[in-house]
């Protein structure tokens, strides 16, 4: 009897805790999280607030008025923009899109060998990548752009989205999640017949899921900010966030859009992040194969 | 390996050529990543190496000009010396706190339940990912009486003049230091909160099976050491963010800060970079900080290896 209320216990994993320290986490977590949370909620807060109350100081938490007048002004703004504002969005969803899912892909795919398999020359194609995320990028932006102006690829998508796919981050993550899986599933895969690719994909990669979902919130991100605007010389081209910082950029008299501007900005990453996360979690409930 | 020529194989194991054969298949798959590096990562950073011995202001050609930006930077810029100075106070103090606050509130999320942990982590993370959340930080220390901080301190009659907090030297690295901290939890943290999910259920059971009996016992020797592959990234990405600390200084403390009090390698690096155009100066710069974090890597890396021993 006492076995199984033991088994049970462990396997709702509270074992070796107890009520005291779980009440001292839970108030330690409340205080930081407040003190962590609360320019986000300011940034909500002031994409309702009228004119009067975003300009006064101190700001107030809470809005005394709340309206949508920022939402109805910012869109006004947008539809006398030149450029259609469904163009900006396809250019977001092509150039986020394609560098978040081309990285997550390309990336993983290269750590695998990098991890488990045994090859002449891994360490030091690994150690170059280690190294090359310690190399400040501000001073290889001019080579960059040169770079990307002798291969044809300047004002197109592809000067986004190609040196995405090679960043060294995403490499790094997945090699070092991958190293933790064990030998023997990649065995008995191989014996069962296997190929290196249907291995990686159908195999490491379900193993790996919180990792590459982590990439992938931290990719999104990543793109999501970029502008465009070193390479990208067409408006028809722009994403949207290049769209969004011009009108931040329009002075007082925009500042209601503005508030709401940020509040877009912040609000599409969060909301991939909700989604990745959540699935994060779910894969600790269900991997059971990790041996 | 193969069926028909095992004991040929045998024979060349170690020859080179064979080898590269038999992982024909790993070669092709790390072709796409590499071959995409080497143009827009291996290429722009040598091409900087190189810049690093000429005088290069974008618009002419680069004239070679040997150690000479390397010797100006050790012995004629005083700024140099204060950016070094500053970076090192902030890996120093930023760099552990902020690695040990990623993996403790990580590791403290993950005792709670799943639907609270996805809901934690977001609160968490949230300074990092809502872009330029921390020029908040301006509003808190706004020079005037109308600043937060200052505010609260005339209230409480502690002070009885607003002090100009981000243009007074003394208090500049202060500032930078906690908006810092408060800034801390990015990659690091999202990839400890991967890791800790990752890690082998069972492992815990045999754990406890074998006598251990709180959950610091746990943390050091079942938790840490199965995440060992994280602690090593996360320290790179911090060491990384330490040493590169610019943003925050220049939105907050102004590029260049009142007596250059919040000068940083990469903010000194801007400022001869972008502002003065002097290109091969600033790879110069590039390069010392390059090797600074090279050898910091290799110590912490060294550190982590000990850990849950």
């Not at chain 1, 900006?88 to 560098?99: A, L």
């Not at chain 1, 159908?202 to 900010?225: E, H, Y």
């Not at chain 1, 010389?233 to 966030?241: F, G, S, T, V």
């Not at chain 2, 230091?177 to 800790?196: H, N």
Request: aromatic fraction near 14%; charge should be positive.
């Amino acid at each position: 009897m006492k076995k199984r209320l033991r088994l049970k216990r462990i396997r709702n994993r509270s074992l070796n805790r107890s009520m005291a320290g779980n009440a001292v986490l839970f108030f330690f977590m409340a205080i930081c999280g407040v003190f962590m949370a609360t320019p986000l909620v300011l940034i909500i807060s002031n994409a309702f607030k009228p004119l009067d109350e975003l300009f006064r100081y101190p700001p107030m938490l809470f809005p005394r008025n709340p309206n949508f007048d920022n939402f109805s002004d910012l869109f006004i703004l947008m539809d006398n923009s030149w450029v259609p504002l469904s163009r900006y969005i396809i250019n977001t969803i092509i150039i986020v899109g394609g560098g978040t899912v081309g990285h997550v892909v390309i990336a993983s795919m290269a750590a695998y060998p990098l991890a488990k398999r045994d090859f002449p020359g891994k360490k030091l194609l690994f150690n170059i990548v280690v190294l090359s995320i310690m190399f400040t990028y501000q001073v290889t932006q001019i080579p960059n752009y040169l770079i990307i102006s002798k291969l044809g690829i300047n004002n197109t998508y592809l000067a986004l989205i190609l040196p995405s796919f090679a960043f060294g981050l995403g490499l790094y993550l997945m090699k070092q999640f991958m190293e933790q899986i064990h030998d023997s599933i990649i065995e008995s895969a191989l014996l069962d017949g296997a190929g290196e690719f249907r291995i990686y994909w159908s195999i490491i990669m379900p193993n790996v899921k919180p990792a590459w979902l982590t990439l992938a919130v931290l990719q999104f991100q990543q793109m999501w900010g970029t502008t465009g605007s070193t390479f990208l010389r067409d408006e028809q081209l722009k994403p949207l966030q290049y769209a969004l910082q011009q009108i931040v950029n329009g002075g007082p008299a925009r500042q209601g859009a503005a508030a709401v501007v940020t509040l877009i900005i912040a609000a599409i990453p969060i909301t991939f992040f909700i989604i990745c996360q959540s699935s994060i979690i779910e894969t600790m409930t269900t991997s059971g194969m990790k041996d | 390996m193969s069926k028909v020529g095992g004991l040929l194989d045998r024979k060349n194991e170690w020859s080179l050529y064979n080898k590269i054969r038999r992982n024909k298949a790993c070669y092709f798959m790390i072709a796409p990543y590499f071959i995409l590096f080497f143009f827009f990562t291996v290429l722009p950073v040598l091409t900087s190496i190189v810049l690093s011995f000429t005088q290069f202001n974008v618009l002419e050609p680069p004239i070679f000009t040997g150690w000479t930006n390397y010797t100006r930077l050790f012995l004629d810029d005083d700024i140099f010396k204060i950016a070094i100075k500053n970076t090192l106070v902030f890996a120093v103090i930023t760099g552990p706190i902020s690695y040990f606050m990623c993996l403790l509130f990580a590791w403290i999320i993950n005792e709670f339940r799943p639907k609270v942990r996805a809901f934690l982590t977001l609160v968490f993370y949230a300074p990092s990912i809502s872009g330029n959340a921390y020029l908040i930080w301006n509003l808190i220390l706004r020079g005037d009486r109308y600043g937060l901080l200052n505010g609260w301190l005339l209230d409480l009659n502690f002070i009885n003049a607003p002090i100009v907090w981000m243009r007074t030297e003394k208090y500049v690295m202060l500032f930078l230091i906690i908006v810092q901290l408060w800034l801390s939890l990015g990659t690091g943290f999202l990839t400890f909160i991967a890791g800790l999910q990752t890690i082998d259920k069972s492992l815990y059971e045999a754990a406890a099976v074998d006598g251990i009996k709180n959950r610091w016992q746990e943390l050091w020797y079942v938790t840490l050491p199965s995440m060992r592959p994280q602690l090593l990234f996360g320290a790179v990405m911090q060491i990384t963010q330490s040493f590169a600390i610019a943003d925050v200084s220049i939105n907050l403390a102004g590029n260049p800060s009142t007596n250059y009090a919040g000068a940083t390698i990469v903010t000194h690096l801007l400022d001869t970079g972008s502002i003065r155009y002097e290109m091969g100066y600033a790879s110069a710069i590039a390069v010392i900080l390059f090797l600074l974090m090279v050898g910091t890597n290799k110590l912490a890396q060294k550190v982590l290896r000990k850990v849950g021993t």
